[in-house]
């Protein structure tokens, strides 16, 4: 057996020699493997790396245009989007050893989501929430008089879940789009991507690397949490509930403290898609969202509402689901689970079996389950890896009264029908709390510049600097030419 071996960080600011670093393997026995060394750090260390990589950025990125940011950006992802480059290779070679995905899946979802973060779509990023980019780099007019200017933070703190492979590119880029300097914490499971990601970008601009650093230490170390939250000025976590309240418990009041927890999302399937000839595409579709990354996102579904009326039934429909669940099987296998995944998979499988009129479809390995439930409305969470709910109802107007006990949870809602019934549904789940509505088959893949859990990728990194257009006029009165 092979081993490849990473370091896990980019210290800047610290002497690597003094540095303790621990291995963790990743893969299992007989298998290509990875070995991780891991940093062991100390809250000292922490203030260190902070002031170095706002010193870097004060010298650097604070004073640049904001395009020399975007241009650089697209360049290291260009190299990425390259697979004759090195860490792409890596990449696609060591992803799917440390997070047990199918090689092919990590592959093209790669590709895919790359392509998100090349220069026009961020342009689009940056514009969703400043019309005039320019903001970012000097004073502009503002619409009710005056000028503004948008500063970022001095210090962008990150800590990252890894349950989808590349995550923490989201947060990464928003920070560089506002010349904020940032530390990341990556996580356990994945905390690879960004360190790579970073390397990269080291090619394309080195100055612009030297803004970001990257630490890792084991979840719930509250002193290292502390320590990494004191020194920032705004933070973003991802994680469970119960993680983002024991991290949020860590952050001062002066540090700004952006979350996103736990979500839920689901899909609403028309009548009009349930005719011979669209059913079959519609059912691919869906179970494609299903698939991905094994429904480890937020965005990904838990269950489908099934709209009565068509010429497919809602049964019929959880059957074309299964038939195109197995044939994904075989293009992209599942992931091992662990014991405690297979425990809980099993319990859900038997919850499902005992509601009234329920059906549960599944082939003799356990790795998909479609359950099918004539009778049992309520949006209920999926077992998650390759689990979903096919729920009969009888007009897609009940799904928003269904779905609006999970007000505070719901994300994302894919929807299959006419364009009159698209907006429509859509007011009505936007009422329920849905911030993200798409097609079928792209649950997994946000557009650029997305507001997230419905709020602002970039204004709510930032502070905005007035000057009142009392205070210009006032000017006037001190200029040369006054008379």
């Known amino acids: 057996m092979t081993t490849d071996v990473e370091y896990v960080g980019r210290l800047h600011g610290l002497d690597p020699e003094r540095i303790h670093w621990e291995p963790r393997q990743y893969g299992g026995d007989g298998e290509k493997s990875l070995i991780a060394l891991t940093p062991n750090l100390q809250s000292a260390d922490l203030s260190i790396i902070a002031s170095k990589v706002r010193l870097n950025a004060r010298n650097s990125v604070k004073t640049w245009p904001v395009d020399r940011v975007l241009t ?42 790359l ?60 920070g560089l789009l506002v010349k904020a300097a940032s530390v990341g914490k990556v996580a356990t499971a994945e905390p690879f991507f960004a360190g790579w990601f970073h390397d990269v970008l080291a090619e394309t601009d080195p100055e612009l690397a030297k803004t970001i650093a990257l630490v890792w230490w084991q979840g719930g170390n509250t002193e290292l949490e502390a320590g990494l939250f004191r020194e920032a000025d705004v933070a973003l976590a991802y994680g469970g509930d119960t993680a983002i309240a024991a991290l949020a418990a860590q952050a001062p009041a002066s540090t700004r403290f952006l979350a996103h927890g736990h979500k839920i999302s689901f899909g609403l399937i028309g009548r ?43 049964e019929t429909f959880g059957t074309y689901i299964a038939q195109s669940l197995a044939s994904y099987e075989e293009k992209f296998p599942r992931r091992p689970l662990s014991l405690a995944e297979a425990s809980s998979l099993v319990e859900w499988r038997m919850a499902e079996e ?45 799904t928003p009264i269904l779905s609006k006990p999970y007000k505070t949870l719901i994300q994302t809602a894919a929807i299959s029908a006419t364009p009159e019934r698209l907006f429509n549904l859509a007011s009505m789940l ?44 006032a000017a006037e009165d001190l200029a040369s030419y006054a008379d």
């Open 354 to 398: 005992t509601r009234l009129g329920g059906k549960v479809v599944e082939p003799c390995n356990g790795n998909w389950t479609v359950s099918i439930q004539l009778q049992d409305r309520a949006l209920r969470p999926s077992g998650l890896n390759r689990t979903i709910r096919i729920v009969a109802v009888d007009d897609l107007e009940e």
């Open 72 to 113: 650089a950006i697209d360049q290291t992802v260009a190299r990425l989007l390259d697979r004759s480059h090195p860490v792409r290779k890596k990449m696609e070679h060591l992803l799917p050893i440390v997070t047990g995905y199918d090689e092919e899946m990590v592959r093209i979802g790669l590709t895919g989501y």
């Open 272 to 314: 009009e898609a349930l005719d011979p000839s669209r059913a079959s595409s519609t059912a691919r579709k869906a179970a494609y969202d299903v698939v991905r990354y094994d429904q480890q996102g937020c965005y990904s579904p838990h269950v489908f509402f099934v709209e009565k009326g068509g010429a497919i039934s809602p």
């Open 115 to 174: 392509k998100t973060f090349r220069k026009p779509q961020l342009q689009r990023f940056i514009t969703e929430d400043f019309p005039n980019p320019g903001i970012l780099d000097k004073f502009q007019p503002l619409v009710k008089g005056g000028f503004g200017r948008a500063f970022g933070p001095d210090l962008l703190a990150h800590v990252w879940a890894g349950n989808v492979p590349g995550l923490p590119l989201w947060t990464l880029i928003a």
């Open 430 to 473: 936007g009422e329920v709390g849905v911030t993200r509505v798409t097609a079928l088959g792209d649950m997994t893949s946000p557009e650029a510049g997305w507001h997230h859990d419905g709020r602002f990728n970039l204004l709510d990194l930032v502070r905005i600097t007035e000057i009142e257009a009392r205070a210009e006029t």
